[in-house]
């Protein structure tokens, strides 16, 4: 586990007050696997194997299939628990995400929050600023 990868691990763990490494079902772990998993695997580019052998790394039992569903159910988690939703965003404003790319994730994630005159007031200055 890299430091990026404990630091997030360590942010998702505080923020839910739980360890999402733990061997359980209950939903509050779920959910902040789930929200790790989608971390790992958006913002920090992770595949499906790396995040499997992390998880295995820290002793949560967890295979491929698992991660697949663990982001499958991770808009589902946002939809119908608000608490759930406050979490992802708590946990992506505490980040200090360096590279570009991660930055990019992060913004990605966020959009659908921005008011739309915002996203006209973005798409205007990077389309006079950055013509190709």
């Known amino acids: 586990m890299t430091v990026l990868q404990k630091r997030i691990a360590d942010k998702v763990r505080s923020v839910t007050g739980v360890d999402p490494f733990v061997n359980t079902r209950k939903r509050e772990y779920v959910e902040a696997r789930s929200l790790l998993v989608f971390i790992y695997y958006k913002i920090c580019r992770l595949n499906y194997t790396q995040i499997t052998r992390l998880f295995q790394s820290q002793g949560k039992d ?8 663990s982001l499958r ?19 992506l404003a505490q980040g200090s995400w360096g590279s ?6 992060y913004i ?23 013509r190709i």
């Open 73 to 91: 159910n991770f808009d589902m988690y946002k939809k119908f628990n608000p608490l759930f939703n406050e979490l992802v965003t708590d946990v």
């Open 108 to 130: 990605k994630q966020r959009l659908d929050d921005v008011p739309a005159e915002v996203v006209e007031d973005v798409y205007t200055i990077i389309s006079n600023e950055y």
């Open 62 to 69: 967890m295979h491929h299939a698992t991660v697949i569903h």
């Open 100 to 105: 570009k790319t991660q930055k990019s994730e």
